[in-house]
């Protein structure tokens, strides 16, 4: 992924803001030389070319940002900040480094749903340039596994009493768009866990509640907020996916709740790894593992084991990757039916099956000779096992496993079963919208590149070529 371009963009945040106030250019300059003068600020000279030059992109001097901001929160009778308009300046506190407060907590999702629900979704790829990674992502997040809930009620006037059926509620809602998610991808749906996602947020900021409903409040609402982090990084939204993911992170801390939390860090693992930062996915693995240590049901050590594998596998480590896989087989044998909380449903037999067949179809590409042969064996047959025994609403998986075979066959020389694994994919792109898939296509079609010169190689390619660039 490139850089972001340098040239200046349109603050359509700003533009937004001005918009639902109704306010002219000229109209929103004359309010903050208003306030300016009220505040004892003179030489402002603020006038509708300054607001043209600013909707263009231009950053205003010190204090005109407070202004605006100051202006606009009047206007709109919102508690806006400085990210909800454009702008540069203290926002609340609202990224990565955000401490772990229940106020931190609700402004940094607060603020992330506004801002996302005011934009127009885009697949502009400079997007994933902003997603932080290495260090800067891992070392504000360590805190996590140590971290406890900070107790301090949000200030506030008070609302009505809820207790624990409209936490069900939620929980029901959060179940409803995981189901929509694996049946059409995150595209469609996206939108609408964002909106109920602040819907959430305003009980949080404006109801009464026990300690106990207070405590599954913050799950739900993390939990929530993961499904919307989710859709956003199926839809090819990595900033704002990363910076949901983490606000999620800080919920689940309120509610002290390890369980979510290594869930939505296994989220983010699988996002760095589609980035191609599978360093940065072990690290997020293992810092899920040690902050859930002794509360991780079997399911989901099975899942961070498994995923283990395939990262080990990406970075070529194929004796780790193996052992891994094997730790992901013996934790998935103590699975009771029936006694896995409701976010890890998804993690099946099949699912198991699927994420091993594709480790060992990703380290078949690291060996030669008799290993490679065991390992793409090992691949079709375990991805195999995986599409036969998918539930009928996993489309989207469906999708992955047929992908998946496709490119274990590649590894294997196969260009035929290739093409026919990749046809069942094409055939599934109406019903199943998610740019984790098509961009998979794309890696399937890099791939296919040493096969170009035969008949079958670049019907392949040709294929998917035209598959991909009727999504975008």
Request: some cysteine.
């Given at each position: 992924?490139?850089?972001?371009?340098?040239?200046?963009?349109?603050?359509?945040?700003?533009?937004?803001?001005?918009?639902?106030c109704?306010?002219?250019?000229?109209?929103?300059?004359?309010?903050?030389?208003?306030r300016?003068?009220?505040?004892?600020?003179?030489g402002?000279?603020?006038?509708?070319?300054?607001?043209?030059?600013?909707l263009?992109?231009?950053?205003?001097r010190?204090?005109?940002?407070?202004?605006?901001?100051?202006?606009?929160?009047a206007?709109?009778?919102?508690?806006?900040?400085?990210?909800?308009?454009?702008?540069?300046?203290?926002s609340?506190q609202?990224?990565?480094?955000?401490?772990?407060?229940?106020?931190?907590?609700?402004?940094a999702?607060?603020?992330?749903?506004?801002?996302?629900?005011?934009?127009?979704?885009?697949?502009?790829?400079?997007?994933?340039?902003?997603?932080?990674?290495?260090?800067?992502?891992?070392?504000?997040?360590?805190?996590?596994?140590?971290?406890?809930?900070?107790?301090?009620?949000?200030?506030?006037?008070?609302g009505?009493?809820?207790?624990?059926?409209?936490?069900?509620?939620?929980?029901?809602?959060?179940?409803?768009?995981?189901?929509?998610?694996?049946?059409?991808?995150g595209?469609?749906?996206?939108?609408?866990?964002?909106?109920?996602?602040?819907a959430?947020?305003?009980?949080?900021?404006t109801?009464?509640?026990?300690?106990?409903?207070?405590?599954?409040?913050?799950?739900?609402?993390?939990?929530?907020?993961?499904?919307?982090?989710?859709?956003?990084?199926?839809?090819g939204?990595?900033?704002?996916?990363q910076?949901?993911?983490v606000?999620?992170?800080?919920a689940?801390?309120?509610?002290?709740?390890k369980?979510?939390?290594?869930?939505?860090?296994?989220?983010?693992?699988?996002?760095?790894s589609?980035?191609?930062?599978?360093?940065?996915?072990?690290?997020?693995?293992?810092?899920?593992q040690?902050?859930?240590?002794?509360?991780?049901?079997?399911?989901?050590?099975?899942?961070?084991?498994?995923?283990?594998?395939?990262?080990?596998?990406?970075?070529?480590?194929?004796?780790?990757?193996?052992?891994?896989?094997?730790r992901?087989?013996d934790?998935?044998?103590?699975?009771?039916t029936?006694?896995?909380?409701?976010h890890?449903?998804?993690?099946?037999?099949?699912?198991?099956?699927?994420?091993?067949?594709?480790?060992?179809?990703?380290a078949?590409?690291?060996?030669?000779?008799?290993?490679?042969?065991?390992?793409?064996?090992?691949?079709?047959?375990?991805v195999?096992?995986?599409l036969?025994?998918?539930?009928?609403?996993?489309?989207?998986?469906?999708?992955?496993?047929?992908?998946?075979l496709?490119?274990t066959?590649?590894?294997?020389?196969?260009?035929?079963?290739?093409?026919?694994?990749?046809?069942?994919?094409l055939?599934?792109?109406?019903a199943?919208?998610?740019?984790?898939?098509?961009?998979?296509?794309?890696?399937?079609?890099?791939?296919?590149?040493?096969?170009?010169?035969?008949?079958?190689?670049?019907?392949?390619?040709?294929?998917?070529?035209?598959?991909?660039?009727?999504?975008?």
């Open positions: 992924m490139g850089r972001p371009p340098l040239d200046k963009q349109p603050n359509a945040p700003l533009a937004h803001w001005m918009t639902q109704g306010l002219s250019r000229n109209r929103l300059a004359r309010l903050v030389t208003q300016g003068a009220q505040q004892g600020i003179s402002l000279a603020t006038d509708e070319s300054r607001v043209r030059a600013w263009k992109g231009s950053i205003p010190d204090p005109v940002p407070r202004l605006i901001l100051e202006v606009l929160s206007e709109t009778g919102k508690d806006l900040t400085y990210a909800d308009l454009g702008l540069p300046g203290e609340g609202t990224g990565i480094r955000s401490p772990w407060t229940r106020t931190a907590a609700i402004a999702l607060s603020h992330i749903i506004r801002s996302e629900l005011m934009l127009p979704d885009t697949r502009n790829d400079a997007d994933a340039a902003t997603v932080l990674t290495g260090h800067d992502l891992l070392e504000p997040l360590q805190e996590w596994a140590l971290s406890q809930p900070d107790g301090a009620t949000p200030q506030g006037p008070p009505r009493h809820i207790g624990m059926p409209e936490v069900e509620g939620i929980r029901n809602i959060t179940s409803s768009f995981r189901t929509l998610d694996n049946m059409h991808g595209v469609l749906s996206r939108s609408a866990v964002l909106a109920q996602t602040e959430v947020l305003d009980l949080l900021r109801s009464t509640y026990t300690e106990a409903v207070g405590q599954a409040l913050w799950s739900a609402a993390a939990d929530l907020a993961s499904v919307a982090g989710w859709m956003s990084f199926d839809a939204r990595h900033g704002i996916a910076r949901t993911f606000s999620a992170l800080h689940a801390a309120e509610a002290d709740d369980r979510i939390g290594a869930h939505i860090l296994q989220c983010m693992a699988r996002q760095m589609h980035l191609g930062h599978p360093e940065d996915a072990l690290d997020l693995v293992a810092l899920a040690y902050g859930g240590r002794r509360r991780l049901t079997p399911a989901a050590t099975s899942m961070l084991f498994a995923l283990e594998a395939r990262f080990q596998a990406i970075i070529g480590r194929v004796s780790d990757s193996d052992t891994a896989a094997g992901a087989l934790a998935y044998e103590r699975v009771e029936g006694s896995e909380d409701p890890m449903d998804f993690f099946d037999l099949p699912e198991l099956h699927a994420t091993l067949g594709m480790a060992h179809q990703i078949a590409k690291h060996v030669q000779g008799p290993a490679r042969t065991s390992h793409v064996r090992r691949s079709r047959d375990l195999s096992a995986a036969a025994a998918r539930p009928g609403h996993r489309r989207r998986s469906m999708a992955f496993d047929h992908l998946g496709a490119r066959h590649l590894a294997g020389g196969e260009v035929d079963g290739a093409a026919e694994e990749t046809v069942h994919c055939d599934m792109l109406g199943v919208q998610s740019r984790r898939v098509t961009d998979r296509l794309g890696e399937l079609y890099d791939e296919a590149e040493p096969f170009a010169s035969t008949a079958a190689g670049r019907e392949l390619r040709e294929q998917i070529h035209e598959a991909v660039l009727a999504t975008r």
